[in-house]
Nanobody
């Protein structure tokens, strides 16, 4: 069983910043590559960013490169997403999950999801 609790979302004007947090349960948090995904109304969930087990390597969707930064603190079982230069297109519910690279993109490794945190960016 996996428990994931996202927080930090909210309403922000375009160009602003938000920092999302994801608290994960379990004693083997550092065994997993972690990622952020997001879903907008009427669209499928999409990959945003991923971070390696050690936190050294990071990976980003083209749409957020240069604006978002993913990081993790294994001692706290927490993964973060720093979002800068926010755009209205970033509006979505953001979820964290274990992540794995399959073929051409990143996907969740397991189908366990938290409640997500809403990010709304106004113009």
């Amino acid at each position: 069983q996996v428990q994931l609790v996202e927080s930090g979302g909210g309403l922000m004007q375009a160009g602003g910043s938000l920092r999302l947090s994801c608290a994960a349960s379990g004693r083997t948090f550092n065994s997993y590559v972690m990622g952020w995904f997001r879903q907008s109304p009427g669209k499928e969930r999409e990959f945003v960013a991923a971070v390696s087990r050690s936190g050294v390597s990071t990976y980003y969707a083209d749409s957020v490169k240069g604006r978002f930064t993913i990081s993790r603190d294994n001692a706290k079982n927490t993964v973060y997403l720093q979002m800068n230069s926010l755009k209205p297109e970033d509006t979505a519910v953001y979820y964290c999950n274990t992540a794995t690279f399959r073929g051409t993109t990143w996907s969740p490794e397991y189908d366990y999801w938290g409640q997500g945190t809403q990010v709304t960016v106004s113009s």
